[in-house]
């Protein structure tokens, strides 16, 4: 089986400093199952490729076992899958190849282990068992575009039709470290195996490469059930541990944000421009509660949804949730989006350099930033988009608020 990680960042070559495997040579380790080979088909200043491929020897993995010669499934154990379709075996070999790059670690170059660069991860065979839709449900809430190719059982016999194994590729400006993370924990999770023993150990291992995205995923539930092969006490124990390990509720932060960014942007009067609706508009309103991360379907139908000031407080998970939620699912008419213009943030007197205007904010974009996000969900499900300033605008700066406002083609 093959996985290859791309980056196009400059120079290219630094992906041998994050990964700690030099490009100039082929390493292999041995592991209780076969080997895994790490080389490099490209290493250039603007383009550099690595390459795990891992060697499953299956007769290796059923040799000592005992058992009738007519058990069932005893064929089964020589001739499969295992040493073709990415499964956990490959997890298994990027924990032993890449520890020092799945804790996001450099003693060398630590900035660069923190930073955010272009990556690419292609699958060349991965069984995707649960189809293409699971595929984007288990990668897309993380930020990951992703080109789907699903494979024939075999060419020659199209009417067989269908495989359960896709042609994956995976890419974002993220880090390494999240990049790998994603990898070890979705690659089992998307075969529905573990080709080994579960036991309480896999729940440490889960929450650890799960930290600080596993419990805010959409699909918390399939995944943990799925990594421990869907034990019940296990996929419990796991998840009364991710409740736990839940952040509390950020009322009084959020709450002193609210005022830090009324004062910010008080001079404005921002919130004045967006709240012209009459007494008998407002008699009409009914408030329902729900999630912005998962599908309503009190919310599907409507002609119209305003987004406002949303959006910035979503860190990627979630907003990559909220799309589909939001463009997929509820799929209105119209949507009307705003979000604040960081280039504006300039030109307030009160709030320092590099300073986002509300403390609960996980970014603020800039224009070019807002329009290719806009164009990027109008093409991906099927609206057309404008864009808008909201507020004064600065000839160079642009206005405080950008707004999208999407119709439905």
Known sequence: MLLTITTSHCPATDLGYLLHKNPARVQTEELSFGKAHV??????????????????????????????????????QYVN???????????????????????????????????????????????????????????EPLGYTLEITRLPLDDRFPEWGESPYVALEIRAT???????????????VLDNEKHYWVGEDEIEKLLKRGEGWLGAHPETELIVARYLKRQRSLTRAAMERLAEDAPPEEETTATRGDEEEEKVERPLGLHEQLNQMGEKQRGRIELIQGSLMYRDKRLEGYDAAAVVEVIEHLDGPRLAAFERVLFEFAKPGHVVVTTPNVEYNALFPTLPAGKLRHRDHRFEWTRSEFDAWANRM????????????????????????????????
């Open 39 to 76: 080389f490099y088909p490209e290493a250039g200043e603007s383009c550099c490729t690595a390459a795990v491929l891992l060697e499953v020897d299956p007769v290796a993995l059923v040799r000592g076992r005992r058992g009738p010669a007519g058990e069932s499934g005893q064929l089964e």
């Open 81 to 139: 899958d295992r040493p073709y379709g990415a499964n956990s075996f490959m997890s298994v070999a990027l924990g032993r190849l890449f520890t020092t790059a799945l804790n996001g670690k450099s003693k060398e170059r630590q900035e660069l282990a923190e930073m955010s660069i272009p990556l690419v991860a292609k699958l060349p065979v991965i069984a995707a068992r649960g189809g293409e839709d699971l595929v984007r449900r288990l990668f």
């Open 174 to 188: 993220t880090t390494l470290q999240k990049l790998l993370t994603h990898l070890y924990v979705l690659i089992p």
């Open 378 to 409: 109008a093409s991906r499900y099927g609206y057309a988009v404008r864009i808008q300033p909201v507020g004064p605008v600065d000839e160079a700066l642009g206005a405080p608020t950008q707004m999208g406002i999407f119709a439905r083609e």
